[in-house]
Structures are given as C-alpha cells and as structure tokens.
C-alpha cells in the first residue's frame, strides 16, 4: 500500500490542524494504521493508531485528549485531528500502514509501509 500524508501547515499555539493519509491505491482494507512524528534532534515517536478490525484508538499520553485519529468509511483516508496544539508538538509527521500491529502500535518496525512526512511547525 502506498500512502500520501498531507494536511501540515504552520499554526500559533492553541490552534488546530487535521492531517490525512490517503491510500494512493485501492483502501487501506486491511491494514492497521499509525501515525508518528519526529522533531529536530528527536528519535521518530508515536502518537496515535487505529485499528482496522475494531476501530480501537491508541494515543502518546502527550497528545491524550487533543488529538484524535479517525478514518472514513470508505476506509480509503485516515485522519489526525490535531486541538490545542503546543510549541513541542512541532515536528515532520509520518502515517503507517500494517496488515497487523498486535500489541506493538507504539513501535516503528510495527509498520512495514510509510508515507512521505508532512510538516507542522507550531508557533509559541
């Protein structure tokens, strides 16, 4: 599966963006769903995942309770829904795809295909 992740932008603290990852072909049937990040001088880091059989959501405490993944119904496009957004959520995002993640979401050799990242730079 190939996957396009857009929707990054910069915005002030406080602000909201939603980013997408869309599968370039077909849908993303299937497959589990991640989404990560990486800041200047960090490791890549989770932040959130979805499940495809259940709809189960999992989230970075860091991010708990401002930001939300979702995916539509065609299963074709999957979101992050990004509120209240902080100076250190600033980072290159990336979106994942595995058939199967178990228990391992929090991991990035969990996912075996990758989008290109997408930048979101928050202002303080």
């Known amino acids: 599966v190939q996957l396009q992740a857009s929707g990054g932008g910069l915005v002030q603290t406080g602000g909201s963006l939603r980013l997408s990852c869309a599968a370039s072909?077909?849908?993303?049937?299937?497959?589990?769903m991640g989404w990560f990040r990486r800041a200047p001088g960090k490791e890549r880091e989770f932040v959130a995942a979805?499940?495809?059989?259940?709809?189960?959501?999992y989230y970075a405490d860091s991010v708990k309770g401002r930001f939300t993944i979702s995916r539509d119904s065609a299963k074709t496009t999957v979101y992050l829904q990004m509120n209240s957004l902080k100076p250190e959520d600033t980072a290159v995002y990336y979106c994942?795809?595995?058939?199967?993640?178990?228990?391992?979401?929090?991991?990035?050799?969990?996912?075996?295909?990758w989008g290109q990242g997408t930048q979101v730079t928050v202002s303080s």
């Open positions: 994942a795809a595995d058939p199967y993640i178990g228990t391992s979401y929090r991991y990035t050799g969990s996912y075996n295909y």
């Open positions: 072909e077909g849908t993303f049937r299937g497959y589990d």
């Open positions: 979805i499940r495809w059989s259940s709809g189960a959501t």
